[in-house]
């Protein structure tokens, strides 16, 4: 893969919170199924070289959440890297995502940039961490890699939302991660999902993003967990051969579906 263009165009999907019932259970009164769909749908009609899926594939962790994706995520052609998210099973995504165009390859080159996916998952809770094996790896790839610049992937935010309830379920040793970005400047990104809400600021050079859920969102600065009632959607970024980027969240016109916000908890 090249960037004959002068950038590479990366499409981040996240949280689809799948059941492996085909599509008839709902979450908060979505059918999550059918809302993958509908943004896949429109991820379809605009070139991109690769797809990074980062996190909460299932809501259930069976092996039929991960048949779902796939089948949905076919007619995309393009490449599709995925990482766990708290919901997930991993064994069975890899066992999963061996063939077709989805793949949990943790690392990718592509033009002048090297993707790096880490796994944040902590078995049997909602928050996470990074364990010092992932953060030896992260540290290693980064001395190695033979790209310009660095974008690296998580799931669990690593920082503090302003959501007094989703806060206390974030990357617990994300001062590690950030001891480790810091030592390396190619690194221009750090992505994640999680939140279901988009973020965009910077942190010492470090362009920090989330992006929405493909399902369900959550009301930000909320102390309380709340439900948004914005569109499903996705994150593009455009990574430059100048270690520039350029990103911007698309939605859905509208939801699709009803939401019942009387359901409580998350």
């Avoid at 004959?4 to 996240?14: A, D, F, H």
């Avoid at 490449?79 to 066992?95: C, K, R, S, T």
């Avoid at 001891?179 to 690194?187: D, M």
Wanted: hydrophobic share 35%; proline share 6%; with cysteine.
């Amino acid at each position: 893969m090249s960037s004959e263009s002068g950038y590479i165009t990366v499409v981040q999907l996240s949280d689809p919170h799948l059941f492996g019932d085909d599509g008839q259970e709902s979450m908060y009164g979505l059918n999550t199924l059918h809302c993958l769909r509908s943004v896949v749908a429109e991820v379809a009609q605009q070139p991109f070289d690769l797809g990074l899926l980062t996190g909460d594939v299932s809501q259930d962790l069976s092996r039929d959440a991960y048949h779902s994706l796939r089948e949905v995520l076919r007619p995309l052609q393009a490449p599709i890297y995925v990482i766990p998210g708290n919901h997930d099973n991993l064994p069975l995504m890899i066992e999963e995502f061996q063939e077709g165009n989805i793949s949990c390859t943790k690392e990718v080159v592509v033009g002048q940039w090297q993707i790096l996916l880490l796994n944040t998952q902590v078995e049997g809770e909602v928050g996470g961490s990074l364990s010092k094996d992932e953060l030896n790896w992260l540290e290693q790839r980064l001395v190695r890699g033979m790209a310009p610049y660095a974008m690296v992937c998580i799931h669990h935010h690593p920082v503090t939302m302003g959501s007094k309830w989703l806060d206390q379920i974030g990357l617990e040793n994300s001062n590690e991660l950030f001891e480790v970005l810091a030592s390396h400047p190619k690194v221009k990104a750090l992505l994640w999902g999680h939140v279901h809400q988009e973020f965009d600021e910077s942190r010492a050079g470090v362009r920090l993003l989330s992006c929405p859920s493909t399902c369900i969102q959550f009301k930000p600065h909320s102390d309380k967990f709340e439900l948004d009632l914005l569109p499903p959607g996705y994150r593009v970024l455009r990574l430059y051969d100048d270690g520039t980027l350029e990103t911007e969240v698309k939605r859905l016109d509208k939801i699709p579906g009803v939401i019942d916000p009387n359901q409580k908890g998350y």
